[in-house]
T-cell receptor, first 107, second 119 residues
């Protein structure tokens, strides 16, 4: 079974700061997903990637397949970015999820 | 485009009662999933369905049954609810294929969740 570890578990930052959330996994995968969950809200897929880097607005996701590691970066963070960010990996139809990183951006 | 529709949003049950959580997707996805989310733990797979008419157990299937009667709908049933089943439940769907060893995933689409309390 794939083990997925995220760090940090909690992160508080000031508005405007550059944010990095990390995800490591133990077994080879076909894809890695970054998800966002707002308090009391649903879960939204931010990125799905199997190699390289993807960018969407202020969010950037990278993956290093050899090192089994991915990072999610947020540039110019804003209070509306406050949420739980979840990393998940898939080797087949099933996904394994990390426990999430709770991000709080203070105005 | 509704995506994944999950009902109900909230439910309170007494121990021993039964209920069915409904999930429907309009994206023509082949794979559908039921997860539960508990504080301090990652999403855990209860059951999944790779295609219409097929279902498989996930990580925590005990106390649950599922039904995939057609491609759109995947329901989760609690036959005799227990306090340990108090949780937030999410349905999800995606398109998955494995042809000749080539694996293709699509992003996951989640329903809005069902907050279930069993007293």
């Amino acid at each position: 079974k794939n083990e997925v570890e995220q760090s940090p578990q909690n992160l508080t930052a000031q508005e405007g700061e550059f944010i990095t959330i990390n995800c490591s996994y133990s077994v080879g995968i076909s894809a890695l997903h970054w998800l966002q969950q707002h308090p009391g809200g649903g879960i939204v897929s931010l990125f799905m990637l199997s190699s390289g880097k993807k960018k969407h607005g202020r969010l950037i996701a990278t993956i290093n397949i050899q090192e089994k590691h991915s990072s999610l970066h947020i540039t110019a963070s804003h209070p509306r970015d406050s949420a739980v960010y979840i990393c998940a990996v898939s080797g087949n139809e099933k996904l394994t999820f990390g426990t999430g990183t709770r991000l709080t951006i203070i105005p | 485009n509704a995506g994944v529709t999950q009902t109900p949003k909230f439910q309170v049950l007494k121990t021993g009662q039964s209920m069915t959580l409904q999930c429907a997707q309009d994206m023509n996805h082949n794979s559908m999933y039921w997860y539960r989310q508990d504080p301090g733990m990652g999403l855990r797979l209860i059951y999944y369905s790779a295609s219409e008419g097929t279902t498989d157990k996930g990580e925590v299937p005990n106390g649950y049954n599922v039904s995939r009667l057609n491609k759109r709908e995947f329901s989760l049933r609690l036959e005799s609810a227990a306090p340990s089943q108090t949780s937030v439940y999410f349905c999800a769907s995606s398109e998955f294929s494995n042809v000749g060893g080539r694996v293709d995933n699509s992003p996951l689409h989640f329903g809005n969740g069902t907050r279930l309390t069993v007293t």
